[in-house]
């Protein structure tokens, strides 16, 4: 898999406009970026430290997978995703080994990314994203 970098952190909140001014003091950075993924019912925030970013995932969608989430677990961490490249290989290597696919292709996510994730009964119960940016 050998991941280039940790993409990013995903944290499940319940309102952007809460949760924004608090991380962009905690960090010392502003959130640049807002935006809205229809297809995975969630609006992100996006702030950057050093190579990783930090994302904030409000659900649009109490059905939507952020929404469940945040009704069973409540606000926290809710993924993180891992910079690969070759996504498709990789999610074909992952199958191949036994993991568990949440997604067995490559799909559009926020920032334009291709993203897939991996079930958390087969890692140790972290929901696992990867990414794979084409633009670069």
Known sequence: MKPTHIEHIGIAVKQLEEAIPFYEKLLGTPCY???????????TAFFKIGQTKIELLESTDPEGA??????NKGEGI??????????????EDAKNEGIRLIDTKPRKGAEGLDIAFLHPKSTFGVLTELCEDKNK
Do not use: P, W
């Open 66 to 71: 952020v929404g469940k989430f945040i009704t």
């Open 78 to 91: 809710h993924h993180i995703a891992f910079a690969v490249n070759d996504l498709e290989n990789v999610l």
């Open 33 to 43: 970026s807002i935006e809205e993924v229809a297809e995975q019912k969630v609006r």
